[in-house]
């Protein structure tokens, strides 16, 4: 499944990082890519969408759906 958020303070490739591992510690599985231009990170992941959005609030980053 598909999830898709807007991180509006996702500024550089740390961020990236971070939230990636971030997403990770939740889904395993889970394939990240982020749109830094757009700040936009899609998620590929069987894990719950309120799950994913928790895991990247958690680090500090203003998380909303896309």
Do not use: W
């Amino acid at each position: 499944m598909k999830t898709e958020f807007i991180v509006s303070d996702m500024t550089c490739n740390h961020c990236v990082q971070t939230i990636t591992r971030a997403v990770q510690g939740v889904a395993p599985d889970a394939a990240v890519q982020a749109d830094l231009a757009a700040h936009r990170v899609t998620i590929e992941s069987v894990a719950d969408a309120v799950a994913l959005r928790a895991a990247i609030a958690e680090e500090g980053y203003e998380v909303q759906p896309a």
